[in-house]
């Protein structure tokens, strides 16, 4: 992935597609990036914070350089359309939350049962490309605030990553993150493990 493109194309390059979503994710990690006088995350400077497993979450990644790899793109599985970015160096986050209903019009509910269809008529696949370029347009045009609501927080910023050691899950002999295996009379045993009845 070429670190020179735009964001908007560094993003639909992650993605693999445009979708209102990602462009959801686009106006977070691109108003972040403004807010926080920041650039494009190397080595954990930035850190994020997703509630939301969507689209978006791609935009963030391709644009602010927070990555599950790198450990600096936390997941909390809330469903919903928040983000809180932070930086290390400047000591400061902000949170961004998508305004309820504020990405709701006709155009979207037309889009998205297009989208849920496998095979779609020429007439439909077209339908479906104008709708995009209107989305497109509102997404990208309108007012911050008409999208988001957004506030510097206090936020206590999560240490770097750090390497743990790998053990050897005593049932299934898989390895396993350290601190993420519990120690028991049969050794160590992974989440999974426990879950199925593994340990007595």
């Not at 972040?32 to 850190?47: I, K, M, P, S």
């Not at 986050?93 to 049962?113: N, P, T, Y």
């Not at 005593?170 to 049969?186: N, P």
Request: a negative charge.
């Amino acid at each position: 992935m070429c670190k020179n493109m735009p964001p908007l194309e560094l993003a639909i390059q992650f993605h693999g597609h445009i979708c209102p979503g990602l462009l959801i994710g686009v106006r977070a990690a691109e108003f972040a990036r403004q807010y926080l006088e920041v650039d494009q995350d190397h080595d954990e400077e930035l850190v994020t914070i997703v509630e939301t497993d969507s689209c978006g979450v791609d935009a963030i990644q391709a644009i602010l350089g927070c990555t599950f790899g790198k450990g600096n793109l936390i997941f909390k599985d809330y469903g919903k359309n928040v983000y809180t970015v932070a930086s290390r160096e400047k000591g400061r986050a902000i949170r961004m939350a998508q305004k309820f209903g504020a990405a709701k019009w006709r155009e979207s509910d037309r889009f998205r049962i297009l989208s849920r269809q496998s095979d779609l008529s020429e007439a439909e696949a077209n339908e479906k490309e104008s709708l995009l370029g209107v989305l497109f347009e509102k997404i990208m045009s309108m007012p911050f605030e008409d999208l988001f609501n957004w506030q510097e927080v206090a936020m206590d910023i999560p240490e770097k990553a750090r390497i743990h050691p790998t053990v050897q899950c005593a049932v299934c002999g898989e390895g396993v993150m350290e601190t993420r295996a519990e120690k028991t009379d049969k050794g160590w045993i992974c989440a999974p493990c426990r879950m199925k009845g593994g340990v007595e």
